[in-house]
Every structure is written in structure tokens, then in C-alpha cells.
């Protein structure tokens, strides 16, 4: 699939996406892979940093609240829309742009460290990606993304229930097939079944790569932390469509792939992971 049409795809999906977002139905974001990703975050006070595939820019004003001085991109100039509203009814000086993870229009050592939530996992070229970010950062600086765990969501993956609906396992398959664009068709779990009705559902271009393949590409970057988020039972309470199923979710993991061995993630981070576990590659 061409970067162009991954564009088209996530500009299809954006009007709906950010309306169902900010209705709360992104209940894995806000419960699980936000509150990790955060929590492995080191402080990004007075930085200068870059937020990859933003969308309508939740997750860009939470690095904002944080201190940072951020600039954040998209394919979709829906999202951009969206989330330069949101900046004007609520400046934290975020400066938004219509761009692609791919091709980075900034100059060689703009920033100070790079974030990408659950966005590398859709681009059609995730090594050009990761070569683009180590351009646009600051020597010392670093990367932090999180991706569909490639392991427990593979191409293939289906949930098998007993007769009451209990899960009863999760069938998986594929894992060593790469996938180039093929497309998805879902909605966000909690979405209420008349607004499925009424809400045609998202179709999002899949690009599957295997741990060793994600890893080689880190590699570049120097990858240090890798940890999956788990859901602590206060958010479960404020979540209750969660609780009932949900206590480890290995379906994401974050990694944090600084340039300098020396800068290392937050050491709260495994306080929201049940698996973490330290990487260095020269």
C-alpha cells in the first residue's frame, strides 16, 4: 500500500474517530496504553519534543501539561483540524502540522525527544520512520512509541467465549507473515450498538512485522525498555467495561529507544506493567 492511501484511509476515519474518542468509547487508550506510556515517560520539563501520528491531539496535550514545548504531526488533516480547535479553545502551545511519519519537514536535530502513541504500527514504512526520527532528534535525545503487541495480535486472532460469554482463550495466527496494508474493519469495543447502526465503522491499513523485524529497526536508536501495560484496579473502578475482563492486556507494549544509553524511562513505569525488561543495542 502507498503512503498515499494510508493517508486517504485515516482521513476517512478521522471525523468519526475523534468524535468517539472524545465520547470516551477509546477505553483502552484512556485505561490502559496512555496512563502507561505516561508513566514510563521520563520528565520532558522544558524539552523541545515532536508527537508522531497525534490525531486529534489528546495524548499531545497531555505531553504539553507536562512542560514540553511540542510541535506534533498527522496524516489526516481532519485530526490536525480537530486538534488545533481544541489548542485555540485551550492554548498549551501546541503547534500542529499535516505531515507523515515518514518524511519529517523539520531540519536534522530539532528536538529532544520524539513520541508516537500506538501510531508506528500504521505506517507503511516503519524503518524510514525510525530513520526519520533519529534525523530530527538532538544527539542524547530519544524516542518513545507503543504498537499492538505483534505477538498477541497478529494477523490472525480470534476470541473464543464459553456458552455465558466468558473468555475462554484467544486463538492467534500469522505471526511470521508480514502484512503490507491490509485493511481492518472495526469500532471502537464500547460503542453502543444503535450508534453502530447509525456509524459506518473504521477501516485501518495493517502493517504486521514480527518482535526480531521491530527490533533490528529500533536497534537503530539504541532500544533500552520494552514494557506491556497492565490495568491497576483504580482505573478498572473508573472503567467498569474493562474491570470485568480485563487485568493484564498483552495486545500493546511500549518501547523507549534513546540515542544515549545513559537516559533511561521513568522508574514508575512498572508500577502500570506487568512485563518490562531493560534492551541495549550498540
Not at 524510514?128 to 532528534?137: G, H, I, N, Q, T
Amino acid at each position: 500500500m502507498k503512503r498515499a492511501d494510508v493517508a486517504r484511509y485515516w482521513e476517512e476515519n478521522a471525523e468519526t474517530w475523534t468524535r468517539h474518542a472524545r465520547a470516551g468509547h477509546d477505553v483502552y487508550r484512556d485505561a490502559l496504553n496512555t496512563p502507561a506510556f505516561l508513566s514510563m515517560l521520563p520528565s520532558i520539563a522544558g524539552l523541545r519534543g515532536l508527537d508522531i501520528g497525534c490525531g486529534e491531539g489528546s495524548n499531545t496535550r497531555e505531553l504539553a501539561r507536562r512542560g514540553a514545548n511540542i510541535c506534533a504531526i498527522d496524516v489526516a488533516p481532519t485530526f490536525i483540524r480537530y486538534a488545533r480547535a481544541a489548542e485555540a479553545a485551550m492554548p498549551l502551545g501546541v503547534v500542529y502540522f499535516v505531515a507523515d511519519g515518514t518524511e519529517l519537514p523539520f531540519a536534522a536535530g530539532s528536538f529532544d525527544f520524539t513520541t508516537a502513541f500506538m501510531s508506528m504500527m500504521d505506517m507503511h514504512d516503519q524503518r524510514r520512520a525510525l530513520s526519520e526520527v533519529r534525523r530530527v532528534l538532538k544527539p542524547g535525545g530519544f524516542l518513545q512509541f507503543s504498537i499492538l503487541h505483534p505477538c498477541f495480535v497478529p494477523p490472525y486472532r480470534r476470541v473464543l467465549r464459553e456458552a455465558n460469554g466468558k473468555t475462554r482463550a484467544i486463538e492467534v495466527s500469522g505471526y511470521f507473515d508480514e502484512i503490507d496494508g491490509r485493511l481492518d474493519t472495526w469500532w471502537f469495543s464500547t460503542l453502543p450498538p444503535e450508534e453502530r447502526k447509525r456509524t459506518r465503522p473504521f477501516r485501518t491499513p495493517r502493517f504486521h512485522r514480527t518482535l526480531a523485524l521491530g527490533s533490528r529497526s529500533s536497534a537503530r536508536l539504541g532500544s533500552s525498555s520494552i514494557a506491556s501495560p497492565n490495568l491497576r484496579p483504580a482505573r478498572s473502578l473508573l472503567l467498569p467495561s474493562l474491570s470485568s475482563r480485563t487485568r493484564a492486556s498483552h495486545r500493546y507494549f511500549s518501547i523507549f529507544a534513546p540515542q544515549d544509553p545513559k537516559c533511561q524511562p521513568s522508574d514508575r513505569s512498572e508500577r502500570d506493567c506487568t512485563w518490562s525488561r531493560s534492551l541495549c543495542w550498540r
